[in-house]
Nanobody, 123 residues
Framework: HVQLVESGGGSVQAGESLRLSCAAS????????MAWFRQAPGKEREGVACIYTGSGNTYYTDSVKGRFTISQDYAKNTVYLQMNDLKPEDTAMYYC?????????????????WGQGTQVTVS
């Protein structure tokens, strides 16, 4: 049974930071893509960042480049999203997702496994 469990969301002021965590279990954590998506009310789910756990290659959507960093602790099967200089437009439910392989890392339909989400609110 595959589980992705997110934690670390909360409410912060603009300019502050948060770190999200995604712990994976029941899942072969290597040579795959793990990503963070977000969804604000009334908007489509948006790919934020992805890390290929085998190579360590990372990808980001343009709006978070230079502010967010995705990383992993391979031994703990955990992926992190460090979010700095948060803006009100970053407010959303953030989801962790995993896939064996993807053609487009930002396409939500390519991911088979999802966490329950963690809320990030920036005011």
């Amino acid at each position: 049974h595959v589980q992705l469990v997110e934690s670390g969301g909360g409410s912060v002021q603009a300019g502050e930071s948060l770190r999200l965590s995604c712990a994976a279990s029941g899942y072969t954590y290597n040579r795959n893509c793990m990503a963070w998506f977000r969804q604000a009310p009334g908007k489509e789910r948006e790919g934020v960042a992805c890390i290929y756990t085998g190579s360590g290659n990372t990808y980001y959507t343009d709006s978070v480049k230079g502010r967010f960093t995705i990383s992993q602790d391979y031994a703990k099967n955990t992926v992190y999203l460090q979010m700095n200089d948060l803006k009100p437009e970053d407010t959303a439910m953030y989801y962790c997702a995993a896939a064996w392989t993807v053609e487009n890392w930002a396409a939500a339909h390519e991911y088979s496994f999802w966490g329950q989400g963690t809320q990030v609110t920036v005011s």
